[in-house]
């Protein structure tokens, strides 16, 4: 067996082991002998499995010898709500450490799609805000936010009260994708898509998320 397609299915087999248990977060993996043993494979091809998984966040370098150490794969649920700070309070509610970066934020041309979401006109000019979640430090989601850049000059009494519409669907990760969420190319990967409105019924936002589906999972939910 060619070898480019036995280090995939040794990493395959090492994902499926530490998701049914046999290793748990903190636990070393065995040494690098050992597993070449388990796999009858040389140490260049153990080591190309092993980079697999560690591009995904299951497995790091741990302090101790040398050896490989399981990393935390607790699944965090965040709020499709308008709440700015739904991804903080998220991960502080399931105890891990998550945190949300800026990556951008610039004024373009709306596209046809985002315009129509917005019920603005093509190439009206957008608020586009580009944001990326941490959990533990590992990236797990990535967010494209679109606002109108020039909003209604009236704010009729209420219009601040919001509503959200969301919808979501499961798909497997292209290149860019999988190299942005340290995820397996054709691995699980969620999309999810909110447009949040006024008390009027006019649109605000436009919310798009892309996230590591083996991590996040996407609810309306509220969290304390």
């Given at each position: 067996m060619?070898?480019?397609?036995r280090y995939?299915?040794?990493a395959d087999?090492l994902r499926?082991?530490?998701?049914?248990?046999?290793?748990?977060?903190d636990?070393?993996?065995?040494?690098?002998e050992?597993?070449?043993?388990?796999?009858?494979?040389?140490r260049?091809t153990?080591?190309a499995?092993?980079?697999?998984l560690?591009?995904?966040g299951?497995?790091s370098?741990?302090?101790?010898?040398?050896?490989?150490?399981?990393?935390?794969?607790?699944?965090v649920?965040?709020?499709?709500?308008?709440?700015?700070?739904?991804w903080?309070?998220?991960c502080r509610h399931?105890?891990i450490?998550?945190?949300?970066?800026?990556?951008s934020?610039q004024?373009?041309?709306?596209?046809?799609?985002v315009?129509?979401?917005?019920?603005i006109i093509s190439?009206?000019?957008?608020?586009?805000?580009?944001?990326?979640a941490?959990?533990?430090?590992a990236?797990?989601?990535?967010e494209?936010?679109?606002?109108?850049?020039?909003p209604?000059?009236?704010t009729p009494?209420?219009s601040?009260a919001l509503?959200?519409?969301?919808?979501a669907?499961?798909?497997?990760?292209g290149?860019?994708?999988a190299?942005?969420?340290?995820?397996q190319?054709?691995?699980?990967?969620?999309r999810?898509?909110r447009?949040?409105?006024?008390?009027?019924?006019?649109p605000?936002?436009?919310l798009r998320?892309?996230?590591?589906?083996?991590r996040?999972r996407?609810?309306?939910l509220i969290?304390d």
């Amino acid at each position: 067996m060619a070898a480019d397609v036995r280090y995939r299915q040794i990493a395959d087999e090492l994902r499926e082991a530490i998701d049914q248990g046999e290793w748990r977060p903190d636990d070393l993996l065995p040494p690098g002998e050992e597993l070449m043993r388990r796999f009858s494979v040389s140490r260049g091809t153990l080591a190309a499995a092993v980079r697999v998984l560690r591009e995904e966040g299951l497995v790091s370098r741990a302090a101790r010898r040398g050896r490989l150490v399981v990393l935390d794969q607790r699944v965090v649920t965040v709020s499709m709500g308008p709440d700015e700070l739904a991804w903080e309070r998220a991960c502080r509610h399931q105890g891990i450490a998550g945190t949300m970066t800026l990556l951008s934020e610039q004024v373009i041309p709306a596209s046809h799609e985002v315009a129509a979401a917005l019920g603005i006109i093509s190439g009206q000019p957008v608020v586009h805000r580009r944001r990326r979640a941490l959990l533990e430090g590992a990236p797990v989601m990535l967010e494209e936010a679109f606002s109108p850049a020039e909003p209604e000059a009236e704010t009729p009494e209420g219009s601040d009260a919001l509503s959200v519409e969301w919808t979501a669907a499961a798909r497997t990760a292209g290149a860019d994708e999988a190299a942005a969420l340290r995820v397996q190319r054709g691995g699980p990967i969620l999309r999810a898509e909110r447009i949040t409105r006024d008390g009027q019924g006019r649109p605000v936002e436009l919310l798009r998320r892309v996230t590591n589906g083996r991590r996040v999972r996407v609810a309306h939910l509220i969290i304390d």
